[in-house]
């Protein structure tokens, strides 16, 4: 069985500038989720889908990042314009069915924004 | 906002010796699932207990779940090195399937 795929693995831009981050989750995951993990943390998460759906969205910093989870299968997330403190590994997840069964992760995003 | 807190943040313990790490939670539970994440990589699952089970084993590993204290502890039976890694608690929540995680417990297990 494939996993979560994400790409791209690094990414390093300046300030005010935009990135997108892609999420191929496992075929058949209903859910999906993105995480923000900065250096030492926990990851927090950012926005949670159910199908193409938004199930909570409430820790995401709407003035500068978006997501959208397209025909409920892959999903992007982006920010812009990125800040200093945007710098962190953005993670995807996938589960099967909502809140009831493990989460399989990918290897997720380095940002750095400098 | 974080809905688990594991203790301690770091642990550091010799191999063949027993790592016991604990999560508080605040709100009710559908479910609580613990995870492993080695140095620069993704997060792997370890066990899900769900609110109405008390313990459960896999392997190595022992969770306990007390719904009425709102904790739960991970224990690792006889360390390897290679279970070097940080470890997080993750809760379901019973209102609304949000998968938040804690902190985590940094573990090092000298050879």
């Known amino acids: 069985e494939a996993g979560v795929a994400q790409s791209p693995r690094y990414k390093i831009i300046e300030k005010r500038q935009s990135v997108a981050f892609w999420c191929n989750p496992i075929?058949?995951?209903?859910?999906l989720y993105w995480y923000q993990q900065i250096l030492g943390q926990g990851p927090k998460l950012l926005i949670q889908f159910q199908n193409n759906g938004v199930v909570d969205d409430s820790q995401l910093p709407k003035d500068r990042f978006s997501a959208e989870r397209l025909k409920g299968v892959d999903s992007t997330l982006k920010i812009q314009p990125a800040k200093l403190e945007d710098s962190a590994v953005y993670l995807c997840?996938?589960?099967?069915?909502?809140?009831?069964?493990?989460?399989?992760f990918g290897q997720g995003t380095r940002l750095t924004v400098v | 906002s974080q809905q688990g807190e594991e203790d301690p943040q770091a642990l550091s313990i010799q191999e063949g010796e027993n790592a016991t790490m604990n999560c508080s939670y605040k709100?009710?539970?559908?479910?609580l699932q613990w995870y492993r994440q080695n140095s620069g990589r993704g997060l792997v699952h370890l066990i899900l207990i769900r609110s109405n089970e008390r313990e459960k084993h896999s392997g190595r590993l022992r969770v306990t779940l007390d719904t009425s204290k709102k904790s739960s502890s991970l224990l690792i039976t006889a360390s390897r090195a290679a279970d070097t890694a940080s470890y997080f608690c993750?809760?379901?929540?019973?209102?609304?399937?949000?998968?938040?995680f804690g902190g985590g417990t940094r573990v090092l297990v000298k050879p």
């Open positions: 075929s058949g995951h209903a859910t």
């Open positions: 997840a996938s589960s099967l069915i909502v809140g009831n069964t493990e989460a399989f």
């Open positions: 993750a809760t379901v929540k019973a209102a609304g399937n949000k998968l938040t």
């Open positions: 709100t009710s539970i559908n479910n």
